[in-house]
């Protein structure tokens, strides 16, 4: 089976490339450094040519609103186009848990628009929600830092390892399209304030996490299940303590 990662050489897109590989598949692993450009079209067609499965998991170089919004919105259409003139059968894009919660949230928003146009597209699809990445728990105490420390909100989060979240893509993209949409999470439900104050200490970082229920995550207010999966979702196997980020 031929299958193209789309932001294939990024830390979800190559894990699922060698997943792919080592059962036998032929794999493109099409990115801007691999000449395929999403945003222009260079390269797409021939990426996606004898195709079965498309796997997006590109993402915007830019959180700014309207960069956002026109990166997935012109990425998915180009993809989508290319898909359809190529005869591919199934298309999958990874997406967030919580993103019709929040969707005053400029990048969420930008994610529902994505959704939208592949729900409309007439090409079979799936959509996996994750949680978010074990690998992303520096990044995203560094955008909720302020001058006295790290402001966290005490609600429910449950992250997972990206070795996890390629497992279940990779599982979803093998099989039957869904025409509809997965959950995925990680096996473990803390709360947020002290996930982050615990994983930071064993960081080394010594900024103090602050208990503040009025904290925002990029920009948007949250409440308890803002962040987790509400109803049924596939758990991963990796535990945050046993998780090496090597």
């Not at 031929?2 to 059962?23: D, M, N, P, Q, W």
């Not at 999470?185 to 994983?199: L, N, Q, S, T, V």
């Not at 987790?228 to 945050?240: K, M, Q």
């Amino acid at each position: 089976m031929k299958i193209v990662v789309i932001g294939g050489t990024g830390l979800i897109g190559s894990k699922l490339v060698r997943r792919f590989e080592a059962h036998g598949h032929e794999v493109v692993a099409a990115s801007p450094n691999t000449g395929v450009n999403t945003l222009t079209g260079e390269g797409l067609a021939e990426a996606v040519a004898g195709a079965s499965v498309v796997v997006d998991v590109s993402n915007s170089p830019s959180f700014e609103a309207k960069a956002v919004m026109d990166f997935f919105t012109t990425s998915t259409s180009n993809q989508l186009a290319a898909e359809a003139a190529a005869g591919v059968g199934h298309h999958v894009a990874v997406s967030i848990v919580g993103t019709e919660r929040m969707p005053e949230n400029a990048y969420f928003a930008a994610k529902l628009a994505q959704e939208r146009l592949i729900k409309e597209s007439g090409v079979p699809y799936s959509l996996v929600h994750a949680t978010q990445f074990f690998e992303f728990v520096r990044a995203i105490a560094d955008s909720s830092a302020q001058d006295d420390g790290v402001h966290m909100a005490p609600v429910g989060w449950q992250p997972m390892a990206g070795d996890d979240v390629a497992d279940q893509v990779a599982k979803v993209a093998v099989g039957e399209p869904l025409n509809g949409r997965k959950d995925i999470a990680g096996p473990d439900r803390y709360r947020m304030d002290e996930f982050f104050r615990k994983a930071l200490a064993e960081l080394g970082d010594k900024r103090e996490v602050i208990t503040d229920p009025k904290a925002t995550y990029f920009g948007s207010e949250l409440v308890e299940d803002s962040l987790v999966p509400i109803g049924e979702a596939t758990l991963g196997r990796v535990h945050y303590g046993e998780w090496n980020p090597s």
